[in-house]
Every structure is written in structure tokens, then in C-alpha cells.
């Protein structure tokens, strides 16, 4: 379960792949979207190999380098050839430690680079809109409880939508100041609650358990997360919430290209960093494995305080 189907490369490859994706899910405890890339890549090349007679056991530095070549002309990005050549060099690495292989093929070979994009975010204002919007949409009045809870606990904790939709119930209870998140590779961490986001999070809670209780009384199973709902999982669903921000965005007036769960998560990274907080400690917050990733919320940062001087400094007066 969780892994890609490797039926259509040669059973020596398929081999190769499920024992590399297992370790990565025993050892580095990787989290299945990232295992699904690495099998996803994998294949790919597996599948380009096959074609030109070759597989895992006898493919050269030559290899991997054309490979690269035939992606490049099929038009992939930057971004995605640089993952590719990750997948291969992992697996081959792994290959190399298991003493399949004596060498590693393309352990020297020189990436395309990924192009480093700064993440979007949003202001405070826009922010503050999208709050308010929340607790005014919905169908009913359990519907904008639960929409209000939702924002208030994304914007305070910088959790990924995976982690919000998918948070138990027992994370909650007691009115908590600080809750344990599970995040990707099932590590956990915790983080604060603010106070709007506990009282938020409360009326929520109130409403879903008299919900709750309705539907024991009929008969019916209870959930046990916090934003529960009507799919297999027994939780809200990603698609189902980024549809509903967009919706948020549309009441608060808000341009809706610019609203993903996503851009909520970079901006409490953001607005903690201009207010003082200690990047090491925004780290440990949003879940960063290398600080690295959590640095370039800096660049965003600097971006803004460039814009700020341009246009509003009295000295800095266009021609």
C-alpha cells in the first residue's frame, strides 16, 4: 500500500525500486508523498532503460546523462529534472550499500538546478479579511464554527493543510495552550495555540460534539478528528478545504489566485520573522527538517523591506 506501480518495468527493476521505497519508509521513516515521487521517477527511468536494452545493474554515468538529455527535450522543468536526478542518485546510492553495484553512476553527474522561487504570502490586512470572511461563509451555523477554526488554527500554527485536515480530536481537548502535530515521516512536534484560535477552536468543538452525540444516538460511528467528514479517510479532505479558501477569499474580497493553504503557512512563517522571532525556533515550528528551508522566508522578508523603502521613503523620489 502507498507505493507506485512498478508492473511495467522488468521484474529485476521492480525489485530494485520496492526495496529502495521500503527502506526509505523503515530507516528515514519518508512520508508517502515523497516515497510516491521517488517511485513515480523511478519508474520513469526504469521504463527508459527497458527501452535501450539496459536496467539498474548495468546503466553508466552515459545513461543517466541521456536520460536527462530525453527529459530536457520533453520539456520538463528544471525543478522536476533535479528530482529525477535525486531519485537516481539515491537509489543508487542505496544499491551501492546493499553491494549490488560496486560504483555509483551518478554520483558526479552535475543537476540542472532547481529554480528557487520565493514563496508567496500575504500581508496582515489580507489576512485579517480572510478570518473574518471564514466565520461568514457557510451553509450553516456549525458550517462557519468549523470555517473559523479552520483559519484561526492554520494562520496561528503554520501547520500543512495535510496536518489541520487530518488533527484528532484529542489534540484539542482540555482547551490546550500548546497541541502535538504529526508531521511528514510521522514526526512529531508541538505547537501554540493563540488565543484566538482556542476560542475559535472551542465553539467548534461545543457544536461537533452535540453534532457528535446525535449521530451516536442514531446508530452511527463518531469521528475521531477534529474536522471530520463524509469521504473513506473520515476527515475533511485537502481538495475539499483549498475549495473552501478560495471561497474565503472570494467573501473577503481577497484576489483568489493569491489564497492557498499554502500562502496561510508562509505567512505565519513571515509575520513571526518581521516581529522578532528567532528563525531556529520558526524551524522547529513549521516542522523543517534543515534550517535551510526556513531561511528563505529571510529573502521574503527582505523583499518587503526593499518595496517598503522604494515607495514610501521621502528620499526615494522617482525621476
Not at 520538463?76 to 533535479?82: G, H, V
Not at 526556513?294 to 522578508?301: D, G, Q
Request: aromatic share 6%; glycine share 8%; proline share 5%.
Amino acid at each position: 500500500m502507498g507505493q507506485p506501480d512498478v508492473t511495467q518495468v522488468s521484474s529485476g527493476m521492480d525489485r530494485w525500486i520496492s526495496a529502495f521505497l521500503d527502506a526509505q519508509a523503515a530507516e528515514l521513516g519518508a512520508a508517502r508523498n515523497t516515497r510516491l515521487a521517488y517511485g513515480r521517477d523511478l519508474i520513469d527511468f526504469a521504463g527508459w532503460l527497458k527501452e535501450r536494452g539496459s536496467d539498474f545493474a548495468t546503466a553508466s554515468r552515459e545513461d543517466v546523462e541521456s536520460y536527462l538529455i530525453f527529459c530536457d527535450a520533453q520539456g520538463l522543468s528544471k525543478a522536476t529534472r533535479a528530482r529525477r536526478l535525486s531519485s537516481i542518485r539515491q537509489i543508487f546510492r542505496f544499491a551501492h550499500e546493499e553491494g549490488w553495484r560496486d560504483d555509483h553512476p551518478a554520483l558526479r553527474i552535475k543537476g540542472p538546478g532547481a529554480v528557487q522561487r520565493l514563496p508567496k504570502s500575504l500581508g496582515l490586512p489580507q489576512v485579517e479579511l480572510l478570518l473574518d470572511a471564514a466565520a461568514r461563509t457557510g451553509r450553516t451555523p456549525g458550517e462557519k464554527l468549523r470555517n473559523k477554526a479552520l483559519m484561526e488554527l492554520l494562520y496561528a500554527t503554520g501547520m500543512r493543510v495535510s496536518e489541520l485536515v487530518t488533527l484528532p480530536l484529542a489534540a484539542v481537548r482540555g482547551n490546550p495552550k500548546m497541541i502535538l502535530v504529526k508531521g511528514k515521516g510521522d514526526k512529531e512536534r508541538m505547537v501554540p495555540m493563540s488565543p484566538p484560535a482556542r476560542a475559535a477552536t472551542q465553539l467548534w468543538l461545543v457544536h461537533r460534539d452535540a453534532e457528535e452525540d446525535k449521530l451516536r444516538k442514531a446508530g452511527k460511528p463518531a469521528s475521531r478528528f477534529l474536522f471530520p467528514g463524509p469521504g473513506v479517510d473520515g476527515h475533511l479532505t485537502r481538495q475539499h478545504f483549498y475549495l473552501l479558501i478560495k471561497d474565503f477569499a472570494l467573501e473577503g474580497g481577497v484576489d483568489p489566485s493569491l489564497v492557498t493553504p499554502h500562502t496561510l503557512r508562509h505567512a505565519f512563517a513571515t509575520h513571526l520573522l518581521a516581529g522578532g522571532a528567532d528563525l531556529m525556533v520558526i524551524q522547529t515550528l513549521l516542522g523543517h527538517a534543515d534550517v535551510a528551508t526556513t531561511e528563505i522566508y529571510t529573502h521574503v522578508l527582505d523583499d518587503q523591506l526593499k518595496d517598503l523603502v522604494l515607495n514610501h521613503h521621502p528620499l526615494a523620489r522617482k525621476s
